[in-house]
């Protein structure tokens, strides 16, 4: 529990420091912004269906997440995996067989 507050703590402030990095001439705050997406959708499984939505409506960010992907660990790569705009959740059985 304490784990769970704490990744999301990280989470919040990784995009407010984005928010504030992002209008400087490095572009590092847009990528801080997607790592901090991402801490707080492995912490909370009730925040991938949202941040699967922002993937979806939101072409550059999906990139910026897929290019954290590369570099982060492999916990978090599963929840990149989760949140995958292209891929059916887990939950979801999918069409019929025939």
Do not use: C, Q
């Amino acid at each position: 529990m304490i784990a769970r507050i704490a990744t999301t703590l990280v989470g919040v402030v990784l995009i407010l420091y984005g928010v504030v990095a992002a209008i400087s001439p490095l572009p590092l705050g847009v990528i801080l912004i997607a790592v901090g997406f991402v801490m707080i959708a492995g912490a909370n499984p009730a925040a991938r269906p949202l941040i699967r939505a922002m993937r979806r409506r939101w072409r550059w960010f999906d990139k910026l997440v897929r290019l954290a992907a590369h570099r982060s660990p492999p916990r978090f790569k599963d929840v990149i995996e989760e949140t995958d705009p292209g891929a059916a959740p887990r939950d979801d059985p999918g069409p019929p067989a025939r």
